[in-house]
């Protein structure tokens, strides 16, 4: 008994079917784009982020994968995106400091006229105030 027959010699119906070069290059492009758009955003974190050489990859990573609230203000002309708090109140600070960069950029939502607004959507916390709220939810 032969367990092993050719591709050609297989019916037509029942034949691998592997991705086109064309299709295989565009997402591997398309992979490429989004490594590096995440390199450079770690990269952006390394000077605001204490540990930022070990772990500015996976705090980037949280912060791109973080939930958030999207709110127009068609009267102001402005749209902002408001992310939920980090783990720790050191990702909390270097998420500000991005957020403050990019809203300094005065980058504009593309087809609209909504100038793009970043935050965080929790308070800010006073020094001492955190260890109080996670006492407080006990």
Not at 67 to 75: E, K, L, M, Q, V
Not at 111 to 132: D, M, R, S, V
């Amino acid at each position: 008994m032969r367990y092993k027959i050719k591709i050609d010699e297989m019916p037509e119906n029942s034949r691998y079917n592997k991705l086109h070069v064309e299709s295989k290059h565009f997402q591997n492009i398309i992979i490429m784009i989004c490594y590096r758009s995440e390199t450079s955003f770690a990269n952006m974190l390394l000077q605001y982020y204490a540990k930022g050489k070990t772990e500015k990859r996976s705090l980037a990573k949280s912060i791109i994968n973080s939930r958030g609230d999207i709110i127009a203000d068609y009267i102001n002309n402005s749209l902002t995106i408001k992310l939920y708090s980090q783990s720790n109140p050191r990702m909390n600070r270097a998420l500000e400091k991005i957020c403050d960069i990019l809203t300094d950029t005065n980058s504009v939502y593309p087809g609209t006229n909504l100038k793009l607004i970043y935050k965080i959507a929790t308070p800010e916390f006073t020094k001492g105030q955190e260890f109080w709220c996670a006492k407080k939810a006990w």
